[in-house]
């Protein structure tokens, strides 16, 4: 394992025990969420996710910033750090490049991750460190009591902008693609198994792994996103992107999409229609062009994607900074400190 | 044995032997100053002499040809005695062209020399540098003694035979001028023949035309009754060893490595390119073999980000940058005070304040280190004190901040960092031993137990079975570490953090006097100012005048005999870079009415102006 | 006249009169205790009391029901005399349920008067808020004078034949606690009435419930002989004229407005929300008429940049944050100090380092302000005292920074921040009249020019015809402003921008102090706690102590005045919320042997315990 | 105007002097880059586009970070800021805010605009604030000499990355794309004409506008674009972007680009292909789909786009800022600032 144990703990290659459970990454720590808040459903979930992954709890560490969100970290039963506002992806980086045979979360908000954070979450993203990174959006600034947020709708009024918001929010999605970030995911926090299935998907692939959570905040900004969550209306509002299947929505599955040239068209289904013309999602394309396409899918004009976007391969940046290191080490030999003291040319003083 | 080159004047000796000289380097940044100043340092090293230099690169990459701002200088002091710095004002002036001349003349001793190439005073360089006439002609340089030489002219001639192009050829000038000056100073060839073979072994007709031109330099000096006198300087008594040259960035990248491996760790270094920081992160990702692992973040936030996990994963973790830099990181340092992880945070101070003069010296950010963020938010901070010293403070950082788990400021500065000087290195098993211990026992554990010693909290690292903990920048609770708004908590939290820094004072090094411990006048200093100030004393007390001093590696805490120090003495100087940083620190903590010397020109103090105002105050 | 509710434990007398009581409310969050608070506290205003507030937000933003750390308070003092402070200890603790006690009781005056709600000390409250047992069954408030009232009963049987839920009901308890504190203090309760139905205008049925809770509570203690006495406040001798209440945070709005229009220009404010100084951005975001633009950026260092854009552009230009916010505009603010432009940066206080204790109090951050750059980095410092007096120390922010064109630092904190106090507002009239003239000659025009007495560059704004000007970070030649490397022009240009801010001092008013002139103890003091050390002296005073006090609302420069005020006693106390930095800068400046009184827990001092440490010294 | 009078020199409203030249925009400062710079061709051309635009001269401002490209104002004979790094879009901001009758200039590195200062270029993107942003991409750090920056090369060795770099690059239109901007373009130094073309574009459009220009920077990365801005190979391997117009390009027109699905593909033309099949590029299309499939077209697949991507109209962040102040005048009436300290609730003391 390189240059880095000499910074384990001695065991961190420990398998995990096989009896790990939900209640193993319970933290003792009072949950201090508002009741009803989103956050309670994507910490259940998170906590259901990782007895199952295999790894031992020791070596999973989730790294935070500063938000409702961004408490996360106390939760769970793992190692954790509660950053300062925006910087989590540039602990993580570090620890990632240090230990990289640890298993790194970073936890998010719209606020953190992509107002002072954005360039962070960018950088890490392009930079492909393997860190999963769950931000939960939303759209609004909950911890400090309601401000709007680069994801918060245009014209939202708000502690802040009592007139109506006038920038133009940020679609996180897109924000990652730019970043070429091998996977790009989204979920919500009211479709438990879901959420459920894209961690797992977050936490298998080797690489950056960014996700999207929509997330009610039931003080600052009730509703945001029941339009198209709630169950009644779900099926009509959302569709569900798998690899290698149409972009089958709707009750029944009785409407899809499909491209005209550049275009993407709701089409009905059953009364004729066929899901051979409609569009094939393909999360591994290596060019972006079709997840990017999907990004900008938006409710009421067309059905809002849920799933992974994207996911592809590609050496990790830990990595290739330990082969470079492991590569150094066995080309220069023994680390000689003397050698390196000395440097290239002396001189002797007598005595 | 004459000590002033002014002396030379009187001719008819062939050989005369000199103390010291300081000679300045200046030409276009095409010229290869550095170069010819590198190598002459070197020479000057191998036959024993006691040597210290300090470039002086242009604020532009690449000023137009022959400007003002393109002038690039390199100075050397080279001498038979134990010296400390660059030189105050060059004995001798080498300027390739007229905007060299210009930018340098002012600097040189009265009396000195300026070895000119006359070929390269064209009415084109004469105006691009400023000129309405030729210097060389009006009797405006009369104070000094001038050696006009048509080097362009004289090396185009010698490298007439080789299959260079005139450009080409022209760029061997530097050699030329090399030459000449080894002549001058009755210096041996051999090392940068050598050299030369070594570097253009791949185009034996550019290493041909190299050696060339070196050797014309020097015959033609030998030959021509130009230089009535040749000079020599004595090796210098220096402690018996084995040295190399080191610059201070050097030694700060190779004392940070060493550190890593007496603690038996990975290095890792997240920065952000700055001058004049960048060497040091150039210097480490070069040196992966010893497992130093180096991250070029987006910016300084994101370098102190990546330290602070770094830590937190058990690796020695280091950012670097200067003051702008710092300022950035100034949140995030706060973060790893609150959390008590070790991190080593390097600030090479440049001319300030904002942007500045980035190609500068100065030190003027020693309160920023010590109160730059929101809080009450107490670091250690060291500084070392001159070029071969940045390699033990690094060592000593690595050690304060392991030892008792906190960030660790070391402030160097731009002098320190480019200058160099001869560096008698150490073996790896003189070094100390910084092996650590982290935490394992899960029976115990709390995240925020203390050392009774150090008050140290334990290094817990992830990959720990049983030590899942979680810390973070809200106020901990003292011992569980948990997130606790108590408002007497806090307030010892908060005595606790001052407290666990002043106790580093227990682990420091007694403070050494410089000259008898009492008396009239005790200066006191910090970082690249030693050399100057402790020459400056010592010329004085050679005087026969009461004056001693005093040179802070150890900013905060202060090592604990100061207070008695100070105490000693009629008078406290305090020369600094600044307006007056450390004074006020003195004055606050000792209410010792500290006096100030303070120049904030950029440049290293002078020692003849220092200790002339020092010599008022005795 | 009884000067203290204890003695009101002497029974019999229908009515008796006091000097001040301090009422703290507790509940959970969601109990209306900060509207409970402010209605006592209006009404108190309109009798004619002196009054003072603070509210103490629970850390969460919606902590589970009935836990700890869900509590929130809101403590108000109201006297017939003059008060500075919202009182260090309340003689009365509304508790609304156990959480409620257990939080606020240890806070209490022996023999304060507790009035809980029984009905909310159930099995599942008491186990939530920590207590295996009933604490008003228990005997361990017997140094309390408990009153248990089952008011949640009590509540909904006076509400029983409205058409609300039991939740909308439930949800009037904290009137009907308040109409039993009106009752108890003798308070007319039109004001709340008329309140309640402007406020419920468009749900009458929730208008009336609202009303009869609060009849009922009063009726309650009028009919049932709950209380034995209660307790009248005569009217405070307050400077005739017309007040309004006012926290810190809406004077510091209201002051950049006022100062915005004095000066004839736009208000420009940059910032990020953070606590606690978001309520700034919020209420100047409402106040467009006034032509303030407010934008919300993307982090702290966007707010400083556009505020220095907006300064540039000859806006009257703001960003407001908290500690770590001013910790990331550091490197920024050293641009607008080289660019010497007029830009006020307001700090308000929090606990640190890091992230801290967001919501509570602290003066930890006058070190940063002073010294939080890089390089030779001055700014103006000012601080307010008061809720009100943040008023008038933003009109001089705004003055000293378009007088002397310099960046300004004004540092609030969080006491201040959401204290309240009555405010005899000044007419827009009475205010300083701020116009700023703007160079617009071509002729002679440099952009580093310098005003002869206040030592200011010229204001120069694009869209002026001939005075295109190209300014920045890197170090700027006297008058023209051009780039410059020259050695001696940064000697030079830093210690212009050293004296320039000096000459600030020229311009203050002269320094008060709080009784005589000289004597045994001066208490030296800056910001929020004005309040606290103002009463402490004066009762101090009143014993007959020789004992005199200093408010620095101007800390850099120091108003001339001080060195000689601190001459002219044997000892000087500085009292503050952190660990003695303003005590740093009086050692250092005036080798003063200044002593310290630090309490750095959150919150503000209490009186009587800075009384006792000054008694103890004098 | 509004607000804003309060703040102008006087003047400000002052026609364009019919007679400006581009010796007016020369300023007195000498002008220090390296000899060979890419960015003297950048000055040409701003300083030959300005007079053209019918703006007064003292109501144009340039502000830049910190860099060697970061020089540019203080060769501008306009006013001029000369910030940090990285932060030129924040003052460009504040003062667009302050002053929106000024015409705000921004000039940026790679480094200064990607690097640390990302997250600020995206955010004055998607506020669309009346901006006019021109990068200079010369691949590397040139100001600090010679580290690797957010957009060189993988593998590319530098100062910094001895071993190469082991960093992904960003792509700066990709970014800009999917931060929503409204006006985004791509030209270089090495045609002339273009690179002036694209300028007054710019200048043209109402609201953010993003340039990334390629520039050499011939001591530390020299060589960096010339294989594809040659002028011997430059039709081959570069294509211009004409909106309504199909993707062709080539010596002659002899080559084009058509989609198949979402795939790009580069087809022969002269020889019976005709360019009705192919691409025809769309700057105005509201979605950036387009746009971005074409950002992530390069050398050696595909031709190099050059020219506008997009350009499409939405209000400004300061118009929109005006107006709101605006309509509170109208709405609040005459600022009674007596009233406004009087407050809601008042009480008097007698004497
Ligand atoms: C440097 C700094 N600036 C500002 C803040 C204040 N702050 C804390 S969280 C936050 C935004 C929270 O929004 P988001 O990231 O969306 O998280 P949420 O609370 O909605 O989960 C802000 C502005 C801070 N803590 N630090
Ligand atoms: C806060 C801060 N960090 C770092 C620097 C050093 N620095 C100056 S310019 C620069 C990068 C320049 O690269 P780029 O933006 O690509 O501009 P170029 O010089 O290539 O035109 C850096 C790292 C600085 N001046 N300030
Ligand atoms: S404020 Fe909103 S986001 Fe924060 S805890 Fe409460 S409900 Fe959740
Ligand atoms: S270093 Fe490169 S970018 Fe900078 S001026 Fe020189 S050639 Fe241009
Ligand atoms: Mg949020
Ligand atoms: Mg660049």
Known sequence: ?351 | MTTDIRSGAVAGKPREALDAVTIRFAGDSGDGMQLTGTQFTSTSAVVGNDIATLPDFPAEIRAPAGSLPGVSGFQLHFSSRDIRTPGDEPDVLVAMNPAALKVNIGDLLEGGMVIVDTDAFTKGNLAKAGYDHNPLDSGELSRYRVFPVNLTTLNANALAETTLSKKERDRCRNLFALGLLYWLFDRPMEKTVRWIQDKFGKRPEVADANLRALRAGFNYADTVELFTTHYTVDRARLEPGTYRSITGNEATALGFIAAAHRAGKTLFYGSYPITPASDILHELSMHKEFGVKTFQAEDEIAAMGSAIGAAFGGAIALTGTSGPGLALKSEAIGLAVMTELPVVIVDVQRGGPSTGLPTKTEQADLLQAFFGRNGECPVPVVAPATPADCFSMALEAVRIATTYMTPVLYLSDGYLANGTEPWRFPTTESLPDLRVEHWTRAEGFMPYLRDQRTLARPWALPGTPGLEHRIGGLEKADITGNVCYDPDNHHHMVSLRAEKVARVAESLPPLEVFGPPTGRVLVVGWGGTHGAITSAVERLREEGLSVSSVHLRYLNPFQKELGEVLGGFDKVLVPEINLGQLRFLLRARYLVDALGYNRVRGKPLKIHELAGHIRSLV
Request: aromatic share 8%; glycine share 10%.
């Open chain 1, 1 to 351: 394992m390189g240059m880095n144990t000499d910074v384990g703990g001695g065991t961190a290659t420990r398998e995990a025990p096989a009896s790990l459970s939900r209640k193993d990454f319970v933290s003792d720590q009072e949950v201090r969420w508002c009741p009803g808040c989103g956050d309670y459903a994507i910490l259940a979930q998170v906590q259901r996710v990782m007895p199952t992954l295999g790894i031992p709890r020791e070596n999973i560490v989730f790294i935070s910033g500063i938000g409702c969100s961004s408490r996360f970290p106390y939760y769970m039963n793992t190692y954790g750090f509660h950053s300062i506002h925006g910087r989590a992806a540039t602990l993580a980086t570090g620890l990632k490049c240090a230990r990289p045979e640890l298993s790194v979360w970073v936890v998010t908000g719209d606020g953190d991750g992509l107002s002072i954070g954005g360039n962070h979450l960018i950088h890490a993203l392009r930079r492909n460190v393997d860190l999963k990174i769950l931000l939960f959006n939303n759209r609004i600034y909950g911890l400090t009591k309601g401000q709007y947020s680069p994801t918060s709708e245009f014209g939202k009024k708000t502690k802040s902008t009592p007139l109506g918001s006038i920038d133009y929010p940020i679609n996180p999605v897109q924000v990652a693609l730019a970043a070429e970030a091998t996977f790009v995911a989204r979920s919500f926090d009211r479709d438990l198994n879901h959420l459920a299935h894209i961690v797992e998907r977050a936490a298998a692939h080797k690489g950056s792994a960014f996700v999207e959570i929509y997330q009610n905040c039931n003080i600052f900004n009730d509703h945001a996103f029941e339009h198209f969550t709630e169950k009644d209306v779900r099926d009509d509002r959302t569709v569900y992107l798998e690899h290698g299947k149409p972009l089958v929505f709707g009750r029944g599955g009785d409407k899809g999409i499909r491209l005209r040239g550049l275009h993407p068209e709701v089409v009905a289904l059953g009364d004729g229609g066929s899901t051979e013309e409609l569009l094939v999602h393909d999360e591994r394309a290596r060019d972006a062009s079709l997840a990017y396409l999907l990004s900008h899918l938006d409710y009421p004009e067309y059905p809002i994607p849920l799933g992974v976007f994207r996911a592809i391969q590609r050496p990790t940046l830990e990595t290739m900074m330990q082969t470079q290191v492991d590569q150094a080490v066995q080309k220069g030999g023994p680390r000689d400190l003397d050698a390196l003291l000395r440097g290239r040319e002396t001189w002797t003083v007598d005595a």
